[in-house]
């Protein structure tokens, strides 16, 4: 482990750049790194837990392109259809980037609907047939309201499997780290937009 340091200690000028101390063995002081030294630092490598991660959030991004397939012939909800294209391209993004951090370090990719289940049955967020056949069924201000809800269930899913990453201890390495992060943050903002968006259905 290393610890940055931004300010000298005794004022005198600091060196462009911060400074990074490598603690020493218990009882020993630490040292300053070099720039070459620094530059040779690797990233934490994957673990399991990474690797998990990706291959069950590829099919569980999935069936939220299958929820906003269902839109353009159920509503007319010009907020609903925008909500769902926004969804629709940042999620199918999101399969492609899963996929090549997989093909990047030799595994395998799965295929995108092979397997809806966890450990333990469905995973967090994950519609079971029977609300996908009510979501497929409904028409105008009902299907809006369980679209909203549904999706909504969706992304908590998805945040709490990005939570579940680091409570497994992955998330170390950069890409895996960044991409959890992401999940966190932007289906939380859609979550908000979605439940403001209920709020006016009177739902």
Do not use: K
Request: charged share 25%; aromatic share 4%; hydrophobic share 40%.
């Amino acid at each position: 482990m290393v610890a940055v340091v931004l300010s000298q200690p005794d004022g005198t000028q600091q060196p462009e750049g911060p400074l990074v101390v490598q603690p020493g063995a218990p009882g020993e002081p630490g040292r300053t790194l070099s720039p070459e030294e620094l530059a040779s630092l690797t990233a934490p490598p994957h673990n399991a837990a990474d690797v998990e991660f990706f291959e069950r959030m590829i099919p569980h991004h999935a069936q939220a392109l299958e929820m906003t397939a269902l839109v353009a012939d159920r509503t007319t909800n010009t907020d609903v259809r925008l909500l769902a294209e926004r969804i629709e391209i940042s999620q199918r993004d999101e399969i492609a980037r899963m996929g090549e951090w997989l093909t990047a370090r030799g595994l395998p990719v799965p295929e995108p609907h092979a397997n809806h289940a966890g450990h333990d049955g469905l995973m967090p967020g994950m519609l079971n047939d029977e609300q996908l056949r009510q979501l497929e069924q409904a028409r105008g201000t009902e299907f809006d309201r369980l679209f909203l809800e549904f999706m909504i269930y969706h992304h908590q899913g998805a945040i709490t499997m990005a939570e579940e990453l680091y409570a497994r201890g992955g998330g170390l390495e950069p890409e895996s780290d960044r991409f959890a992060r992401e999940v966190i943050a932007d289906q939380g903002i859609e979550i908000s937009r979605m439940q403001q968006m209920l709020a006016q259905l009177g739902a």
